[in-house]
């Protein structure tokens, strides 16, 4: 969903209100002229009865009143979704740290961090395509700590890998073979945004990322990976059997 469209809709939200309560309006009108006529022309020795007709007009009022409260909180709801996409303009063409697995490769580039715990013996990092293919393995820090990697978008076979979404797996071990909880961050620049599900979303080529999800915003040219780990060394490739 684009921003303009996001604004649209509400528009058109309001527009079915405002035709609600027109509605409402002719109603009441033709109900108060029917009113008037038929008292116009009662029969005096048996009049109308007033309890009857007041209830009625209680009733439309309350209608009436119901519909305008309606339409004044959509009014509200298109006023707040207006709101989120103006705050996405600030993020354009700038760098986010979002939490997640799902990294961007953008000319021979994509970034991400890996938060390790005590106790690690051993780390494995993984990269697959969205097809769910391994194109790229390493071993990895045991250090505790934060550890940010730049991938340069090369498989295990050397071959360089089409820019794209891939997906981002680290994987560690203690001394006695349990999985230890990683904590996975990764970077891009954002290219768009919109209100996707009632959520405000950026959109970082591919990938789609919950704003509330967005850990740091830098400018481009001071969005280097915080103090990169050496580049991992691909795992072997396995020696073919005799």
Known sequence: MSIING????????????QSAQGLEEDLNRFLTLLTTQLQHQDPLDPMDATQFT??????????????????????????????????????DNVV???????????????????????????????????GKQVFTAQGSTDPGIHAVEWDGTSNEGQLQPDGLYRVQ??????????????????GRVTGGGVVDGKTTLFIGPLRVDQDNVLSVQKPEQAAVPDPDPEPEPDPEPEPEA
Do not use: W
């Open 7 to 18: 604004i649209s809709g509400s528009v058109s939200t309001d527009t079915q209100a405002g």
């Open 55 to 92: 209830s009625q007009l209680v009733q439309f009022a309350s209608v009436e009143q119901q519909i305008y409260q309606n339409a004044n909180l959509e009014k509200l709801l298109a006023v707040q979704e207006t709101n989120k996409l103006s705050s996405l303009v600030g993020f354009i």
């Open 97 to 131: 740290e979002v939490e997640g697995q799902d990294i961007v490769l953008d000319g021979s580039s994509g970034r991400f961090t890996y938060g390790m715990p005590l106790g690690s013996v051993e780390t494995q990092i993984t990269i697959s395509n969205m097809d």
């Open 170 to 187: 680290v994987t560690a071990f203690d001394r006695q073979g349990n999985l230890l909880d990683v904590f996975h961050t990764t970077f």
